[in-house]
């Protein structure tokens, strides 16, 4: 009788296992999301821009919407080691999430990296509307730093003193 069950199990689950690689090879190789509804931009097709900074020191790359139209926006900014921004602030909040690296944050209107601190990869940081503050990598990072970036625009940069060059090589 055991036999019996054994063989009719065989029979009923032999033909769906041979299919199942068949069946699995063609879902993978068609498998895709509808552009309409889910959005994908892998790594190579983000088109970073250094805006006019020295080569080297930061590079933005928008992801969503404008900073310079109004409405949500989402854009990286990635800090290579030496760099950092002159003491500004913004009219709006801006949201910050640390995707790679050591971002090294201060607050106030005076430019002094040894008062920063690190925020390594993972981290969020809030930059608080019409607070001045500035941010970078110091000289002695092992790599860039990529931030992502939310806010709503449009984005109202003011540097604290507009004689002070914008980034500075620290």
């Not at 970078?136 to 003193?161: F, L, N, S, T």
Request: aromatic share 10%.
């Amino acid at each position: 009788m055991e036999t019996m069950i054994t063989a009719r199990r065989d029979l009923l689950i032999t033909p769906w296992l041979a299919a199942l690689p068949a069946a699995t090879a063609s879902m993978t190789a068609h498998a895709a999301v509808d552009p309409t509804m889910t959005i994908v931009k892998p790594p190579e097709e983000i088109k970073w821009s250094t805006g006019g900074a020295p080569p080297m020191s930061v590079e933005q790359a928008p992801l969503w919407g404008s900073v310079n139209e109004p409405g949500l926006y989402y854009t990286l900014v990635k800090w290579h080691p030496g760099y950092m921004s002159a003491p500004h602030w913004y009219v709006t909040d801006r949201y910050c999430v640390v995707v790679s690296g050591t971002w090294w944050v201060g607050s106030g209107e005076n430019f002094d990296p040894e008062s920063t601190v690190p925020a390594p990869a993972g981290s969020f940081v809030r930059r608080v509307a019409r607070t001045p503050h500035y941010d970078g990598v110091k000289r002695d990072g092992k790599e860039a730093a990529v931030i992502a970036i939310c806010g709503i625009a449009p984005v109202e940069y003011h540097q604290v003193d507009e004689s002070q060059p914008r980034w500075r090589k620290v």
